[in-house]
């Protein structure tokens, strides 16, 4: 028997990732046609002995969330179950505090993986030897696989082998996670400043666990050279996007038409937005700077929200345009409310 916990974080991360997710949480982002983690439910769902999948994270459960979890479950013929934390608990964090409804059932072995990681599970991978320096760093023993050292984000090269967010883990597990809690605990006490320490609870996996426990012979990689990526900002999900469709889906999967995008109409022009990223760079960015500089809207920005209309023969120059708003006229340096 196995299980899928997936970590879809908080609103108050992912910040790099607006405006997309501005109208819709990030986890739920339309990635090659379907919500972002749908990948993942997907894919486990077909994992044989998968019996549950559990998604921790601190989004609210609104009705969005709410009914895609019901829609999965009838899809895929598997128990989906949020778990909501009550604090943004890092990466480990919630793993702490849901060790009954992880191990419920006596699972054999959990995977966890990062609700941003839009590829196959792949434990680890060989990146760019510069590009590495953004990820957890690895150095492993060939022979037997086992994690020597670990470093989230070093300063300088240590090695070309990086953390892809997956893992599977066993029961066992959780006991790391309690001492790395209690000494969390014991130096939140001791610390000076403890506005400076992440809040009670919290759980950093990469920087508190791996790291404590590499070269013990706790912790082992699985290593490939096939395709990874991550979506961290919103012109990754460009990349993600091309990424599933020409590596993994058939493009059927973009038949389905989403309601609630803006609507233009004939002749009409919409100038200013962000210039496009480049979909074939993983690690692409929106060129355009902050929206507002010393209390002026910056030029070049362009933003209609959701449910938008623009009849015909219209300019919407440099603005912003909140959601459900159906316009008459032309607007240039606005912010229609």
Known sequence: ??????????????????????????????????????????????????????????????????????????????????????????????????????????????????????????????????????YGCIVENPQTHEVLHYVEKPSTFISDIINCGIYLFSPEALKPLRDTFQRNQQDRQLEESPGSWPGAGTIRLEQDVFSVLAGQGQIYVHLTEGIWSQIKSAGSALYASRLYLDYLYHPEHLAKHTPGGPTVGRWARVEGTPNDPNPNDPRARMDSES???????????????????????????????????????????????
């Open 1 to 134: 028997m196995l299980k899928a916990v997936i970590l879809i974080g908080s609103p108050q991360k992912g910040t790099r990732f607006r405006p997309l997710s501005v109208e819709v949480p990030k986890p739920l982002f339309p990635v090659a046609g379907v919500p972002m983690i749908q990948h993942h439910i997907e894919a486990w769902a077909q994992v044989p002995g998968m019996q549950e999948i559990l998604l921790i994270g601190f989004y609210q459960p609104d009705e969005a969330l709410t009914q895609f979890l019901e829609t999965a479950q009838q899809e895929f013929n598997l128990p989906v179950r949020y778990l909501q934390e009550f604090a943004p608990l890092g990466t480990g964090g919630g793993l702490y505090h849901f060790p009954d409804q992880i191990l419920a059932g006596a699972p054999e072995a959990f995977f966890v993986l990062n609700a941003e990681t839009p590829t196959p599970p792949f434990l680890t991978a060989r990146h760019h030897r510069t590009q590495s320096l953004n």
């Open 291 to 337: 929206l507002f500089k010393d209390g002026k809207l910056l030029p070049a920005i362009t933003i209609l929200g959701c449910c938008v209309r623009i009849p015909a023969k219209v300019l919407i120059l440099n603005s912003i345009v909140l959601p459900h708003k159906e316009l008459s006229r032309s607007f240039t340096n606005q912010i229609i409310l």
